[in-house]
């Protein structure tokens, strides 16, 4: 079906701190872009097909060149840190795809998973990413779970056996991964590229050989439902749900030496499902449990918020804390200009962004500036499943509900410009997620 997508462009450099970026001003490609950016777009129409679409980064326009083929329903993305290479995990058939961003095509035919997966990374400029999949079923194990080794370029994949993983996290080499699973007081280390003690025998390729993939499973009295973490060189920032998800004890951040494999400390946040560091700062986004009422002063009939926490690093400290919409957060990003961007999903939704009648109007996005401190809610419904912000212009890429978003940010309002006068281009489908592919 036909959706109203509001468009901008944003560019965001690699990884979760803001650094300067450049680039070439030309580009030797099919669409000619010298600054492009991908979304991908589900389609349901028996005759048109999903893909992921090329949007032109210096004036807001769709060119006129088809959507890269990436199966019917793409969704989720993944890029690596030097941008040559995007994978999209298409939910119409269980399979990721890869796109080589320098010849702007496919890598192969997909890698078909079996069973859905909710995370994927390319840790690396190599052809090679990892999915969590909760629900592949491994020979020889009693419990569903696995960490996918893809190999885009032969279109196959290894296996790990590691229960339940719903979510993976890699250091900047793709040697080591963290893996997250739901209801459990532990996460799991493995180590794709072979053994490295201590071993733990539930985690193996096949259990009846000697494994070249080993993995070990982190226990400490100071996790609570961990769920997902933040890497930065040889540590990683742990986010522990918590009471969030039915754990025992509040959520906190735990720092966790990936040399030693140990927990080393950890800050007691009020909320901990998805963070962004910047520097030595620590942005913490989670909906507490029990709930947090919100404020009289955001003027809002929504019953309950989330909440977002500053930590220093250095002091290990909550230095600040402000309220966001409720939730589970797990999008965030950080514009030059000093917003952050914070994202969820399954949020109380307030009133209807199709009815200019309604007197307040709320979705699954919050902005917080760091300048004052103060919190915006922007008008409009639905999760939030893509953020994507620029180094070179004041916007940020949004979607929301499967419409694909552009704030300016030195309004947090929604942009509308020259290019397209009505704020809105006509894209048939669903956006699910934005990349930008080159550095600008």
Known sequence: MKKRVLMGVAVLCAGLNIVSCGGSSTKSTHSGLPHRVLASQSVSTGSIFGGLVIINGDNDTLPRIAPISSGSSPGIMAISP????????????????????????????????PAPSFSIVVPTSNATGFAAVPGATVNGFAFLGAIEVLNFSTNSFTTIAVSNAQTVVSNSTGTQLLVFSPDTDTFTVVFPGGAVPPVDTTCYTNPNQNPPNVC??????????????IMNGTTAYILNCGSQCGGSQPPSVAVFDMGSLTVTRTVAVDGA???????????????????????????????????????????MQVTGNATITDGYHDRMDLTTNGQVFIGSHGCTNIGN?????????????????TADGSVVFPPDNGDVTGLQGFTTRDVEYVVENGELRVYDTTKDILLINDFVPQGTIDVIGQTGDVKAIDFF
Do not use: H
Request: proline share 7%; hydrophobic share 35%; net charge neutral.
């Open 82 to 113: 030097s941008r040559n290479i995007v994978a999209a995990f298409d939910s119409g058939t269980n399979a990721v795809f890869a796109i080589d961003t320098t010849k702007e095509s496919a890598i192969g035919g997909g890698v078909r998973l």
């Open 273 to 315: 499902t998805m963070a962004l560091l910047n520097g030595t700062t620590l942005y913490v986004a989670g909906t507490p449990n029990p709930p947090v009422p919100c404020p009289a002063s955001q003027n809002t009939t929504a019953k309950t918020c989330g909440m977002l926490d500053i930590v220093d690093l250095n002091s």
């Open 353 to 369: 962004v199709n009815n200019p009648g309604n007197s307040e109007v709320r979705g699954c996005l919050s902005i917080y500036r």
């Open 216 to 229: 070990t499973i982190v226990t400490d009295s100071r996790l609570s439902r961990p769920v997902n973490a």
